[in-house]
């Protein structure tokens, strides 16, 4: 039988060597899921949450740990909710969020956390398991386990994330590309050495802290010449990086690249490298340079280094974008799981989720049927 624990703050900072070799034996091993990277986000956003971390024990060794705080929302009848949620959901895009267990224990895992909540249930309205891989056995052992306990769920779609197989060269995946863009990246590749561009690589922790203000400074660029704020305006998704910069330094996670013009940084992409993946995660760009695509060339020289480093997958996380879809055709899917307590308190925030969820679908169905983008919907809507 499992014995649940719950995890304060210290005992959170002190957990990172029993976590670490957990997740190594997890189903869902990834990046979003160390300690480095949730503990730096808990640290950033903890304001207005409660940490909600327990660790589950079997004969005194941990085989299951639930990263969860616990956040309390309004809706719109100003009714407070207390909706317990993954760490790591907001504003940094964490991908394939789960329980951490020894896969052996999981079903017991996912039970032992229920019958928890359930005695607990003065505590919590809402429990959202968000972003879990499609695949993940989790979705399906979390609703087998609500209904043999009579609680209500209901599961939406999240995101879709492109990803990129990667085979053994770099001539493999340029005849795995079409014509046109075999032809497009080529030609940009040429044009940027007649400029005598660098590939530039930071992976020293004085570079890369320094490294990431460019990186900032370019992505915001990119979006204002949109007329759109990126993510990074936001200074506390500025400070999470380099907190998990800092802490993984050591560690060879971060790639941070440049293409450099003149000694001018004109493109920048970052990712991580973790396991057999590299997890691309974000891009910025001079405006000034759009005509020489250096955007492209510095995607397909971090595919090439990918390749040569033996990573079996170029990741490329939530977001169809165009320049996404010119790399690769496949595709996964992430979902998110709400569980519902008990009592007519619940039953109506599961209504108000379902009919908030029946608006979104029927105006994204409007939306497709008349041609329009989100805007252009909304302004059509404003005026009559």
């Not at 070799?21 to 903890?46: G, K, M, P, R």
């Not at 005509?291 to 480093?309: C, D, M, T």
């Amino acid at each position: 039988m499992i014995k649940l624990s719950r995890i304060n703050e210290s005992g959170f900072a002190q957990l990172r060597e029993q976590w670490t070799q957990l997740l190594s034996l997890s189903e869902q091993n990834n990046i979003f899921l160390t300690w480095e990277w949730l503990y730096s986000w808990w640290q950033i956003f903890n304001k207005n949450k409660t940490l909600y971390l327990f660790a589950g024990y079997k004969n005194d060794d941990i085989v299951a740990i639930y990263p969860f705080c616990l956040i309390i929302t309004r809706t719109f009848w100003k009714s407070k909710i207390r909706q317990v949620g993954f760490l790591g959901t907001e504003k940094i895009s964490s991908e394939y969020l789960d329980i951490i267990c020894m896969p052996e224990y999981k079903q017991e895992s996912i039970e032992c956390l229920l019958k928890y909540l359930i005695k607990h249930d003065n505590e919590w309205d809402i429990i959202c398991f968000s972003d879990v891989s499609s695949d993940c056995s989790s979705l399906a052992l979390i609703k087998q386990s609500a209904k043999a306990f009579g609680l209500k769920y209901r599961e939406n779609f999240s995101n879709v994330c492109p990803f990129i197989p990667l085979p053994e060269s770099s001539d493999e995946m340029m005849q795995s590309l079409s014509k046109n863009m075999r032809y497009h990246v080529r030609r940009r590749s040429k044009a940027l050495e007649k400029l005598d561009a660098n590939y530039i690589s930071m992976n020293k922790f004085d570079e890369i802290n320094s490294g990431l203000d460019r990186l900032f400074d370019l992505h915001t660029q990119n979006w204002n010449a949109r007329n759109q704020i990126g993510n990074f305006a936001d200074t506390r998704v500025r400070k999470f990086h380099k907190a998990f910069s800092k802490r993984v330094a050591n560690k060879g996670w971060i790639r941070l690249t440049f293409i450099q013009i003149s000694n001018e940084f004109v493109a920048s992409l970052y990712g991580y490298e973790y396991g057999n993946i590299f997890w691309y995660y974000q891009a910025g760009m001079n405006p000034d340079y759009y005509q020489y695509s250096p955007g492209v060339v510095l995607f397909w020289k971090n595919i090439q280094e990918s390749i040569r480093k033996g990573f079996t997958e170029f990741d490329c996380l939530r977001g169809t974008e165009d320049y996404k879809r010119r790399w690769t055709s496949n595709l996964r899917t992430t979902r998110t799981l709400k569980i519902y307590n008990r009592g007519f308190r619940s039953f109506l925030l599961s209504a108000y989720d379902y009919n908030k969820q029946w608006l979104k679908s029927t105006t994204k169905a409007l939306q497709d049927r008349m041609g329009l983008s989100v805007p252009e919907y909304e302004r059509c809507n404003r005026n009559g």
